[in-house]
Nanobody, 120 residues
């Protein structure tokens, strides 16, 4: 069993900052790409940022320059530092990871989601 557990989100004022973390646990041989997605009410889930196991990153245009994704491979964790938050960043944020098991089979896993609300 593999679990992805996100930290609590929260309510923050526009212009503020918030850091999300996600811990992967269970039968893990290695982790390839880790990512953060978000889903706002009435909208489709969208990619926010992703990071490979070598540290290469890419971001949605809407968050470039404001959000930073990072990971700690030793701890099987991924982080999302969010700055200059806008009301349109309000969404449920999901952690996602491509996890390789001991049979060297890769599976894609999702966290349960955490609510981030940005007030104007």
């Amino acid at each position: 069993q593999v679990q992805l557990v996100e930290s609590a989100g929260g309510l923050v004022q526009a212009g503020g900052s918030l850091r999300l973390s996600c811990a992967a646990s269970g039968r893990i041989f290695s982790i390839n790409t880790m990512a953060w997605y978000r889903q706002a009410p009435g909208k489709q889930r969208e990619l926010v940022a992703r990071i490979t196991n070598s540290g290469s990153t890419n971001y949605a245009d809407s968050v470039k320059g404001r959000f930073t994704i990072s990971r700690d491979n030793a701890k099987n964790m991924v982080y999302l530092q969010m700055s200059s938050l806008k009301p349109e960043d309000t969404a449920v944020y999901y952690c996602n990871a491509d996890i390789v098991d001991r049979f060297l089979t890769e599976y894609n896993h999702w966290g349960q989601g955490t609510q981030v609300t940005v007030s104007s």
